[in-house]
């Protein structure tokens, strides 16, 4: 049989599988091989008939994604000789040694693991879980197979996380990226309470507190996609995606920076939009999303309000805002509010909202589809959390690929998305990513209904020439 070598790439993914730390957390960028380097890490130990190894992802269907760890794996482990258990997540080796992946799915999931004795833990995405549940864990870090125990972890920025304030010191204040020099550099810590006493002299510490103080060495090695050569020849577009993201994520993904937050136009900029005056003749699909509030506005109330935003899309790719209807109103005035706008944007145009959470909410919008029988309606519940579903409209507005059909609403309409993530509203934002996200996903799958703007011009576009596409620009507010 021919001898397969596993090796690591020359650089940081080769330096964190030479740490000697106790505690070694590798990344700060997407695509830096990170994941293979914790793969290799416990073939180092699968001689040892006694050693266990438990390697976290935040949740198991993490572990299972396409691509993920659990896939990777199978193409390492079996080169290796062990047996892989895909119902447990298990795999075993001839010698008997073991590696095992696990999900802490709730705050409470790592007490599942209490009287554990693990050598080596392995975190993947470390500041996805909580603090408690980190040091938790590392005490769980022991065994009677003659291996000390460690900590190997990996991540991307996340300047809120816990994780940044641990590697501190290794990153630059100011700029938020990794000082290179102190890559790889050990540093000692020694907790006394909730606080953690640093030196880069483990003696200092022990004199300071004993010898029973038993401190413990922690280093981070920053990577990125520059370093996996293998991905770049592999899969060179990879790096052409990374380009691509939104700004925050670009920076945080792409340039390892730790100190970039969303702030107000993190997202949007009202320069990426192009004003246009009509939307030009041609075959489009078509999107009127609702972000709904059911609250009216009174002397001394701010309240949320419900958009309704239509939404095309022409064959290369650009987006045109047609039309923005906001309003502050009854759950009643809304819901017939939305059959006008249906009747007004026409039979193929599709209608779509979102469905709160709770049994309440698919009744509540079995409701307001029923209301709207006779159109092409969908609904579904929301996934993530507001910055998340914003971003890949983001992306296309940076790109210069959604337009505004002008209007009386474009100023406003502008100051909310520049306002985003931090401004006291964001239902604009909530309509534009629900719309791009379903025209995106329906036309994807080839179910999208094509509107011809040349058969929508009829009395309701107040005289506008035929092939506008353009709504009057009055707009209504109610």
């Given at each position: 049989?021919?001898?397969?070598?596993?090796?690591?790439?020359?650089?940081?993914?080769?330096?964190?599988?030479?740490?000697?730390?106790?505690?070694?957390?590798?990344?700060?960028?997407?695509g830096g091989g990170k994941s293979f380097g914790l793969l290799l890490e416990p073939l180092y130990h699968i001689a040892n008939p006694r050693f266990r190894c438990v390697i976290f992802r935040r949740n198991v269907p993490q572990l299972r994604l396409e691509?993920?760890?659990?896939?990777?794996?199978?193409?390492?482990?079996?080169?290796?000789?062990?047996?892989?258990?895909?119902?447990?997540?298990?795999?075993?080796?001839?010698?008997?040694?073991?590696?095992?992946?696990?999900?802490?799915?709730?705050?409470?999931?790592?007490?599942?693991?209490?009287?554990?004795?693990?050598?080596?833990?392995?975190?993947?995405?470390?500041?996805?879980?909580?603090?408690?549940?980190?040091?938790?864990?590392?005490?769980?870090?022991?065994?009677?197979?003659?291996?000390?125990?460690?900590?190997?972890?990996?991540?991307?920025?996340?300047?809120?996380?816990?994780?940044?304030?641990?590697?501190?010191?290794?990153?630059?204040?100011?700029?938020?990226?990794?000082?290179?020099?102190?890559?790889?550099?050990?540093?000692?810590?020694?907790?006394?309470?909730?606080?953690?006493?640093?030196?880069?002299?483990?003696?200092?510490?022990?004199?300071?507190?004993?010898?029973?103080?038993?401190?413990?060495?922690?280093?981070?090695?920053?990577?990125?996609?520059?370093?996996?050569?293998?991905?770049?020849?592999?899969?060179?577009?990879?790096?052409?995606?990374?380009?691509?993201?939104?700004?925050?994520?670009?920076?945080?993904?792409?340039?390892?920076?730790?100190?970039?937050?969303?702030?107000?136009?993190?997202?949007?900029?009202?320069?990426?939009?192009?004003?246009?005056?009509?939307?030009?003749?041609?075959?489009?699909?078509?999107?009127?999303?609702?972000?709904?509030?059911?609250?009216?506005?009174?002397?001394?109330?701010?309240?949320?309000?419900?958009?309704?935003?239509?939404?095309?899309?022409?064959?290369?790719?650009?987006?045109?805002?047609?039309?923005?209807?906001?309003?502050?109103?009854?759950?009643?005035?809304?819901?017939?509010?939305?059959?006008?706008?249906?009747?007004?944007?026409?039979?193929?145009?599709?209608?779509?909202?979102?469905?709160?959470?709770?049994?309440?909410?698919?009744?509540?919008?079995?409701?307001?589809?029923?209301?709207?029988?006779?159109?092409?309606?969908?609904?579904?519940?929301?996934?993530?959390?507001?910055?998340?579903?914003?971003?890949?409209?983001?992306?296309?507005?940076?790109?210069?690929?959604?337009?505004?059909?002008?209007?009386?609403?474009?100023?406003?309409?502008?100051?909310?998305?520049?306002?985003?993530?931090?401004?006291?509203?964001?239902?604009?934002?909530?309509?534009?990513?629900?719309?791009?996200?379903?025209?995106?996903?329906?036309?994807?799958?080839?179910?999208?209904?094509?509107?011809?703007?040349?058969?929508?011009?009829?009395?309701?576009?107040?005289?506008?020439?035929?092939?506008?596409?353009?709504?009057?620009?009055?707009?209504?507010?109610?």
């Open positions: 049989m021919e001898t397969q070598e596993l090796r690591p790439q020359p650089g940081p993914q080769t330096q964190f599988l030479q740490s000697s730390a106790d505690i070694t957390i590798y990344g700060g960028s997407a691509g993920g760890l659990w896939d990777v794996s199978q193409e390492i482990y079996t080169r290796a000789g062990g047996n892989g258990f895909n119902h447990t997540l298990d795999w075993k080796f001839s010698t008997g040694a073991r590696i095992k992946f696990a999900g802490l799915d709730d705050a409470q999931a790592h007490f599942n693991w209490q009287g554990a004795q693990i050598p080596l833990i392995e975190f993947d995405e470390l500041t996805q879980f909580s603090e408690d549940q980190f040091w938790f864990l590392l005490s769980r870090n022991r065994s009677t197979s003659g291996i000390k125990g460690y900590i190997r972890a990996t991540c991307n920025p996340d300047p809120d996380s816990w994780v940044r304030h641990f590697i501190g010191w290794w990153i630059d204040p100011d700029t938020g990226f990794p000082i290179r020099e102190r890559s790889g550099l050990l540093r000692w810590f020694v907790r006394r309470g909730d606080e953690l006493h640093w030196d880069s002299n483990r003696q200092e510490l022990v004199r300071q507190f004993g010898e029973d103080s038993a401190p413990k060495s922690v280093t981070f090695i920053p990577a990125s996609i520059q370093d996996n050569r293998i991905l770049l020849t592999s899969d060179p577009a990879y790096l052409a995606n990374l380009k691509a993201l939104p700004l925050v994520e670009r920076e945080r993904l792409l340039n390892g920076n730790w100190n970039v937050r969303a702030t107000a136009g993190s997202y949007f900029k009202a320069e990426w939009f192009q004003i246009v005056e009509a939307v030009p003749c041609g075959n489009f699909g078509r999107v009127r999303a609702w972000d709904r509030a059911a609250t009216e506005k009174r002397t001394g109330n701010d309240p949320d309000a419900t958009v309704g935003l239509l939404l095309s899309k022409d064959a290369n790719g650009i987006y045109y805002i047609e039309d923005v209807q906001k309003m502050f109103a009854s759950p009643l005035t809304v819901e017939k509010a939305m059959r006008d706008f249906a009747r007004r944007d026409g039979i193929n145009t599709i209608v779509t909202f979102m469905q709160d959470p709770g049994s309440a909410g698919v009744m509540e919008a079995q409701a307001a589809a029923r209301a709207l029988d006779g159109f092409n309606v969908r609904y579904a519940p929301a996934t993530g959390d507001k910055e998340t579903r914003a971003k890949p409209a983001s992306a296309q507005a940076e790109a210069g690929n959604v337009k505004l059909v002008r209007g009386l609403w474009n100023t406003e309409f502008l100051r909310v998305l520049e306002n985003f993530p931090t401004g006291r509203h964001d239902d604009e934002v909530d309509a534009l990513s629900l719309a791009h996200e379903y025209l995106r996903e329906i036309q994807n799958t080839g179910a999208v209904a094509i509107v011809d703007t040349r058969r929508e011009t009829d009395a309701r576009w107040n005289g506008i020439a035929p092939c506008s596409g353009r709504w009057p620009r009055r707009g209504i507010l109610v």
